[in-house]
């Protein structure tokens, strides 16, 4: 499994706007072969930054199955007017204990 970490810089004073446009794109990212959990947090200290937190069966479901996809445009039609900036998105693995 691997976690999607997406840093979203939303514009200021559109933070609501983007937060409800979110709540209505969700269910397209979440129904995604391979996502097994989608979670978004919202800055305390910079509350125009959030953070996007997908756990994914692996890189290729993410890729293949969300970012090739139609899937992938609806949800970037829906939440990425919001943006002041491209997000930043990287991929993680747990590390053993």
């Known amino acids: 499994m691997?976690?999607?970490v997406a840093l979203i810089d939303v514009q200021p004073g559109r933070?609501?706007?983007?937060a409800a446009a979110y709540a209505q794109a969700r269910p397209i990212l979440a129904t995604t072969p391979?996502?097994?959990s989608v979670r978004m947090?919202?800055?305390i200290e910079?509350?125009?930054?959030?953070?996007?937190?997908?756990d994914?069966?692996?890189v290729?479901?993410?890729?293949d199955n969300f970012r090739a996809s139609e899937r992938f445009g609806q949800w970037?039609?829906?939440?990425?007017?919001?943006?002041?900036?491209?997000?930043?998105?990287?991929?993680?693995?747990d590390v053993p204990a």
């Not at 933070?15 to 983007?18: G, T, V």
């Open 60 to 63: 290729a479901a993410h890729q």
């Open 15 to 18: 933070e609501d706007d983007f």
């Open 2 to 4: 691997v976690l999607e």
């Open 76 to 93: 970037r039609g829906m939440v990425g007017p919001y943006f002041a900036a491209p997000p930043v998105v990287e991929h993680f693995a």
């Open 34 to 36: 391979g996502c097994r």
């Open 46 to 54: 910079s509350p125009s930054r959030f953070v996007l937190l997908v």
């Open 41 to 43: 947090t919202r800055g």
């Open 56 to 58: 994914w069966d692996s």
